[in-house]
């Protein structure tokens, strides 16, 4: 575990990185239409409340105790950076298009806990926790989510749900807001259906594009 400015430190450099690399190579995009990739870097908004997935250091007080996951309606937050990964058999390979129906993890690139979500309720308004679980990318077979979505590919302009393959759950926020130290940052919880309180929409990010591989002294990222 790092200390919050440490964290920052390693996600910044992390971002300028992916950054410098998408500039020369070709192999990716930072905006623009297109499928969402597998291993692409990006931002997570919630279209009814325009606020983006998040989360950081801090863990929760009751339920699991393990780290937090909000809705902030800053853009600009290097907390709300997540990367798209597979499941532990390796299912989604790094530049392929994720399909709709598919199941994925999707990893805080800060602190390198996975979404996750588990049968306890949620803080505030006593849905389904959601947290951040893991070390180093690495959990257990609650962090899978499947990406609901219209069409064969999830595409970056068009609204897309995260359904809890565990649990059933969809990923979701209802407007609760949290007090200090977080104040003002949304719950995000898991409910049982799907309505409009649980679309989401690819913001800002790192996009691989697809049949892209990146240079073989950055296979980390």
Request: net charge neutral; hydrophobic share 30%; charged share 20%.
């Amino acid at each position: 575990m790092c200390s919050a400015g440490r964290c920052w430190a390693a996600g910044g450099a992390l971002l300028g990185l992916l950054l410098a690399l998408s500039v020369p190579s070709g192999g990716s995009s930072k905006t623009g239409r297109g499928p969402v990739t597998c291993g692409s870097v990006l931002k997570l908004l919630n279209t009814q409340h325009r606020v983006r997935l998040h989360s950081h250091d801090i863990k929760y007080g009751s339920g699991s105790g393990q780290q937090s996951v909000t809705g902030v309606e800053a853009s600009d937050d290097a907390n709300s950076y997540w990367r798209i990964r597979g499941g532990s058999d390796g299912g989604c390979p790094r530049g392929l298009p994720v399909r709709c129906g598919q199941a994925v993890r999707l990893t805080h690139v800060l602190t390198g806990k996975n979404l996750h979500t588990h049968h306890f309720a949620s803080p505030l308004s006593n849905n389904q926790e959601v947290s951040a679980f893991g070390e180093d990318g690495e959990g257990d077979d609650l962090d899978l989510w499947t990406v609901r979505c219209s069409g064969q590919h999830w595409e970056r302009e068009a609204p897309v749900r995260f359904q809890h393959v565990g649990t059933s759950v969809f990923l979701s926020v209802t407007g609760e807001q949290y007090g200090n130290p977080i104040r003002g940052q949304r719950e995000v919880h898991g409910m049982p259906s799907a309505n409009t309180h649980n679309t989401w929409k690819a913001m800002e990010g790192i996009f691989i594009k697809p049949g892209a591989e990146p240079p073989a002294s950055h296979d980390e990222l």
